[in-house]
């Protein structure tokens, strides 16, 4: 069977709840018509689950919180038999524990800014030192820092691959202009990327990023996406700050920062980056049914 995994924390905590259901059945039938299966995962009840049913999904979306899950925190939530949504790296745990080898994102977590008062890093890039699944994404959150997200990568020993572009893409961008860098190798023909995967994912134990840039009538500006970036950063901090009573940066920490600003730069953009990042997960869908098709 020709699976592509997908997570949760996409459509539990990435959009709007009243957007959600939506789009999880337009992703289910975008991998289907592609020629491959949608297999979303999720914990329920401590059950982790890699093809989650509508019945199960409506289940989670009746909860008033779904905890986000990295392979950090998987454990604690199976042994007390919580629910919990899938992250980048706990999809790609659990999709490589079923034999599932393509997983369809949005953007990966990675190196976030600031890093010299706050060493915070997401346990994504780790993810893929560990658990051999081609991951389809947008190169990472463009709220993050995209050219040290590249470097970790590089780092970890992680094959970094354009799918039709030479640059490492910055989820809204396509590149990041001055700060651009690059992939480890392009391949513009989906079946010759699908047998370099093949071999790769049977060669190894380790993941591979496949970069899929937005499409290009969805990219928005790096102007626009700046100044909603820097207002949205004021709006989350200034949030921190009425709870803890201090702002600085890194005011907002940890698992909570990107659903933070995602929120924020929703509202700020109204609805631009929403649509964009609806835009490019629904993209990278299609590309990962094609490579699950081929595989």
């Known amino acids: 069977m020709n699976r592509v995994a997908l997570e949760t924390t996409l459509i539990l905590h990435g959009v709007p709840r009243d957007t959600a259901p939506a789009l999880a059945r337009e992703l289910d039938v975008i991998v289907r018509a592609?020629?491959?299966?949608?297999?979303?995962?999720?914990?329920?009840?401590?059950?982790?689950?890699?093809?989650?049913s509508p019945a199960q999904l409506e289940q989670l979306f009746a909860q008033p919180h779904v905890s986000k899950l990295n392979t950090s925190s998987l454990g604690p939530a199976l042994a007390r038999k919580r629910h919990g949504a899938t992250t980048v790296s706990t999809t790609m745990e659990l999709a490589a524990g079923a034999g599932v080898r393509v997983f369809a994102t949005?953007?990966?977590?990675?190196?976030?800014?600031?890093?010299?008062?706050?060493?915070?890093?997401?346990?994504?890039?780790?993810?893929?030192?560990?658990?051999?699944?081609?991951v389809v994404t947008s190169g990472c959150k463009s709220i993050?820092?995209?050219?040290?997200?590249?470097?970790?990568?590089?780092?970890?020993?992680?094959?970094?691959i354009g799918y039709r572009t030479d640059r490492f893409p910055?989820?809204?961008?396509?590149?990041?202009?001055?700060?651009?860098?690059?992939?480890?190798?392009?391949?513009?023909d989906l079946?010759?990327?699908?047998?370099?995967?093949?071999?790769?994912?049977?060669?190894?134990?380790?993941?591979?990023?496949?970069?899929?840039?937005?499409?290009?009538?969805?990219?928005i500006p790096g102007t626009d996406f700046d100044r909603w970036l820097a207002?949205?950063?004021?709006?989350?901090?200034?949030?921190?700050?009425?709870a803890v009573g201090s702002v600085g940066p890194g005011a907002a920490v940890g698992r909570d920062v990107t659903p933070a600003i995602l929120g924020a730069l929703h509202r700020i953009s109204n609805g631009a980056t929403l649509r964009a990042?609806?835009?490019?997960?629904?993209?990278?869908?299609?590309?990962?049914?094609?490579?699950?098709?081929?595989?």
Not at 37 to 51: K, Q, S
Not at 170 to 178: E, H, P
Not at 277 to 295: G, P, S
């Open 106 to 134: 949005g953007g990966l977590g990675g190196v976030h800014r600031n890093l010299a008062h706050r060493l915070d890093i997401s346990a994504d890039l780790m993810a893929f030192t560990r658990f051999p699944v081609g």
């Open 170 to 188: 910055a989820f809204y961008q396509r590149d990041t202009g001055a700060q651009s860098v690059g992939v480890d190798a392009r391949f513009d």
């Open 144 to 160: 993050l820092d995209v050219a040290n997200t590249r470097e970790m990568l590089e780092t970890l020993g992680v094959p970094v």
């Open 231 to 242: 207002e949205a950063h004021a709006e989350v901090e200034a949030m921190a700050a009425l």
């Open 34 to 52: 592609h020629g491959a299966v949608p297999a979303l995962c999720a914990v329920i009840h401590g059950e982790p689950i890699v093809g989650v």
């Open 277 to 295: 990042n609806i835009a490019l997960v629904k993209d990278n869908a299609r590309v990962a049914a094609e490579l699950a098709r081929r595989l």
């Open 191 to 219: 079946d010759e990327l699908a047998a370099y995967l093949r071999a790769e994912l049977a060669r190894t134990a380790r993941g591979v990023v496949i970069c899929n840039p937005i499409p290009t009538e969805h990219e």
